[in-house]
């Protein structure tokens, strides 16, 4: 097998550069990336001719557990997602090879980069449970150690320190998952886990422990706490993979456990995914809105499109319950395009925010300001990155987003009374957080990089080296081809599909044109990118030449609108948290109890007014900070246990004797 041998030697590739890295210093260090971007196109062309072929590859190893082995398998569905890992890798290390040497904590980066590469793509070839869980907790670990890298801050350290504990009860629930996957016969073996599917009962409590374990990694609320902490902490490229990659191999977990090992579904299996995708759509961009961290916003803009993708899942569950295989093709073809294309707009923008952090040190919106004037290829790549997380075509995030409308408006025609009534309410929600995704980016984009310089450190920026250009270049590019030829991906998905959801897109390839990408009916459901690429181009061409010939050739110049305060002061222009302000006054009440207080002195009193907002996470607030609370009060008077004496530790010892004692001759 040709395919698996380049693999294998594309991971072991990975692992020998990951050793290198921890015995060398210095210049040689810039030898890791090049080799982590040469496993990433290898593992990448491997994955592509496997997912175009529809093939399986299969490999068994004598190690893990005793008389089970180790299994491997490369099939379309894990092909697909290797393809999205192994991309967002391949940015990650092109942009890693500009990193300046002599100031990038690269020495504490370098030897963890590559295994958290390779961990992400061995659970995607894992085929049993020990494989799985063994490359999942490689993962969790890789990663936690590059959140930590900056050891010096305590954000960092209290990020890391939330991120490993969440990471850990992932990990539980996935485990109580496989165990009740494998049964009381213990068929730890994939192939097995289908043979034998659980019993309604036993299925139920599986779909909710994969819930956890995959929601927790991949930001589903309310176990999303971590998530807008860790991935602004670590490094920008180890951002990038976390948020646009790592996120995805969560949902590859949670889609080969639900549609794959645990059986035909029942209905009600899609209630939870696409009420709790709902959910984390909506408050992840209010979140979003409302934080006036460059690289925290755009974890929790992770957060919602996570939660989208969800909600497309959920609905392939219920469509594939009740036999609708073409809806439940077109549910899926979204959430899996969503989640290509999210890791092509998101790895994108997490790479700029790491070029204004480079190029200003600066991470705060207010603090930015005019940088397209001294990052102009940056603020280019970054607006690309800005509209498509956006969903405005001819881009891809539209063409998942679009596919998704498409199936929520199909989902009316499903039998149960509580999909077929929930349909309009997840519809409105999606629209809300659709609409929220333009205003959280317009405010993003126009605050980093219009108007002018609100800091020092903006104004004195500079764009970022070659090499972390041609990331962010690569990156833009992907996402307007992906918008322009959403149909020919939707149509390589056609292998996957039919493995998961038993058919294909019911119209694909019968549109108008070769590009048009239909849905269910070519009269009333059709999207073609090019054609709405060429009107747009067309429309804003025409719009030019005309004002251009109605207005005066002479070029007027006037002063910049002052809000009234003639004042030349950058502090007049609207800052991220002005530009909120409407958002925070309708939405921020019921969600997060805001309250703004404004202190104005009296008359003839020289103290400044004070404006404060303070914000309150009922989220947090409920589900870790009280339980923190009380496991810190528990444990500080359990803490008077181990200053007793040794008469006292001898009359405990007995009791608990006597307590055993007595529970067993209850008992038997």
Known sequence: MPELSASGAALGALAAAAVFATLVRGAALALVYPLCAVAALVLGAVDLRVLLTGTELTQQLPIGLPTIGLHLRLDPLSAFFGIVVNGGILAASVYGMGFDRAKELTRRVEPLFPLFAAAMNLVLLADDAYAFLFSWELMSLASWALVVARHAD???????????????????????????????????????????????????????????????????????????LAHPAAPSHVSALMSGVMTKVAIYGFVRIAFDLLGPPAWWWALPPIILGALTAVLGLLYA????????????????????????????????????????????????????????????????????????????????????????????????????????????????????????????????????????????????????????????????????????????????????????????????????????????????LADLVGGGLPRAGSGPTVFSLVAFDPARSVYDAPVIALFVAIASLTTLVVVHRLSARRTRRGPAWDCGFPDPSPATQYTASSFAQPLRRVYGTAAFAARETVVMPPPGDSQPARFSVVLVDHVWRALYAAPGRAVLGLSERLNALQFLTIRRYLVLMFAALVILLAIAAVTT
């Open 154 to 228: 305590p954000e960092s350290r209290r990020a890391a320190h939330l991120y490993l504990v969440m990471a850990a009860i992932g990990t539980a629930a996935l485990l109580f998952a496989f165990g009740g996957l494998a049964g009381p016969a213990g068929g730890y073996a994939f192939d097995t886990m289908r043979g034998h599917p659980p019993q309604p009962m036993v299925a139920a409590l599986v779909l909710a422990a994969a819930l956890i374990g995959c929601g927790s990694k991949g930001g589903l609320v309310p176990l999303h706490a971590w998530l807008p």
């Open 289 to 496: 809105v409302l934080d006036r961290d460059l690289k925290r916003v755009l974890a929790y803009s992770t957060i919602e499109n996570v939660g989208v993708i969800f909600v497309a899942l959920g609905l392939a569950l219920a469509f594939r319950a009740n036999g609708e295989h073409e809806a439940a093709a077109v549910a899926m073809a979204a959430a899996l395009l969503h989640a290509l294309n999210h890791s092509w707009f998101k790895s994108l923008l997490f790479l700029g925010a790491g070029a204004v952090l480079h190029a200003t040190g600066r991470r705060d919106l207010d603090g930015l300001g005019g940088l397209i004037h001294r990052m102009p290829r940056t603020a280019a790549f970054f607006l690309v990155g800005a509209l498509a997380a956006s969903a405005l075509p001819p881009l891809n995030g539209f063409v998942s987003e679009w596919l998704l409308f498409q199936a929520v408006i199909a989902a009316p025609a499903l039998p149960q009374a509580a999909l077929h009534f929930a349909s309009p309410a997840i519809g409105a929600m999606l629209a809300l957080a659709a609409a929220l995704a333009a205003a959280c980016f317009v405010r993003v984009y126009g605050t980093a990089f219009l108007g002018r310089p609100r800091s020092a450190e903006a104004a004195q920026a500079h764009d970022v080296p070659l090499a972390q250009q041609i990331a962010m270049g690569g990156l833009a590019f992907l996402c307007i081809l992906g918008g322009l030829l959403g149909s020919v991906l939707a149509t390589a998905l056609a292998p996957v």
